[in-house]
């Protein structure tokens, strides 16, 4: 089990904020206090955690196919877990938060999941120190010294 990093905390505060904005844009989002809001968030990133690890290993997979058999075969596993992730993220939040919660349909979760990764690469781009990696970077407060 790894460790939670403020990366982490940074995505759940972001996906927070966009399912907020999703539930005041889309009337299809719903959710039924900011708690449940936040508690969804969670779940997202959980779940878009796995999605992500099982694409990288799909198309990891795909890249040492050697035959054309092979490449078919692997390029329909890709293709049911692109879609597929939208139905997992639908199911799971349906499951833990039955009709507290409701993303929409299948067009409103694949706007929302394209949403809250672009959101989240753009948070970790914006707090990525660029001498030291991928470190958050500090703010001008909270350095030694500064007041």
């Known amino acids: 089990m790894r460790r939670i990093t403020a990366a982490d905390v940074v995505d759940v ?20 206090s900011f708690l449940v809001t936040l508690l969804t968030a969670v779940l997202l990133k959980l779940v878009l955690e796995l999605v ?17 058999g092979e490449r078919v075969l692997r390029a329909a596993v890709l293709l049911v877990v692109l879609p597929g992730s939208k139905f997992l993220v639908l199911e799971a939040t349906d499951l ?12 409103q979760v694949t706007v929302l999941i394209i949403a809250l990764m672009l959101v989240r690469g ?21 350095r030694p010294g500064t007041a």
């Open 13 to 32: 505060f972001a996906y927070t904020v966009v399912l907020g904005v999703f539930v005041q844009l889309f009337p299809a989002v719903i959710t039924e």
């Open 52 to 68: 992500v690890a099982l694409k990288s290993w799909a198309v990891a997979r795909f890249r040492l196919a050697t035959t054309s």
């Open 96 to 107: 833990v938060f039955g009709d507290a919660v409701h993303l929409g349909g299948f067009f």
């Open 122 to 142: 753009g948070a970790r781009l914006l707090l990525r120190d660029r001498r030291a990696g991928d470190r958050a970077r500090p703010v001008e407060s909270d």
